[in-house]
Nanobody, 122 residues
Framework: QVQLVESGGGSVQAGDSMRLSCAVSGRTFSSLAMGWFRQSPGKEREFVSRISSSGGVTDYADSVKGRFTISRDNAKNMGYLQMNSLKPEDMAVYYC???????????????WGQGTQVTVSS
């Protein structure tokens, strides 16, 4: 069984930075790709970033490219999303996910965290 728990959300001002963490239980973490998604009220869950199981391949949505950085520490069973230059439009519930394939699609992830709220005020 794989469980994911996000932390690090909160309220910031536009232009600030925030780092989200995702603690993953289970001995298969190093075999799993990870992704970050977000969902705002009234909108579908959208892809933010993904990282391969080794951490060697990363990818970002155009809306966050150059501002967000995804990373992972397989020794600690942790995933991270560093968010810089936050904008009001980044405000959402952020979810980390794990699966056997690093994908843009939420459907390809088998395990999900409960989500953490990120609020950005202008």
């Amino acid at each position: 069984q794989v469980q994911l728990v996000e932390s690090g959300g909160g309220s910031v001002q536009a232009g600030d930075s925030m780092r989200l963490s995702c603690a993953v239980s289970g001995r298969t973490f190093s075999s799993l790709a990870m992704g970050w998604f977000r969902q705002s009220p009234g909108k579908e869950r959208e892809f933010v970033s993904r990282i391969s199981s080794s951490g060697g391949v990363t990818d970002y949505a155009d809306s966050v490219k150059g501002r967000f950085t995804i990373s992972r520490d397989n020794a600690k069973n942790m995933g991270y999303l560093q968010m810089n230059s936050l904008k009001p439009e980044d405000m959402a519930v952020y979810y980390c996910a794990a699966g056997w394939t690093a994908s843009w699609s939420a459907r390809n992830y088998n395990f999900w965290g409960q989500g953490t709220q990120v609020t950005v005020s202008s």
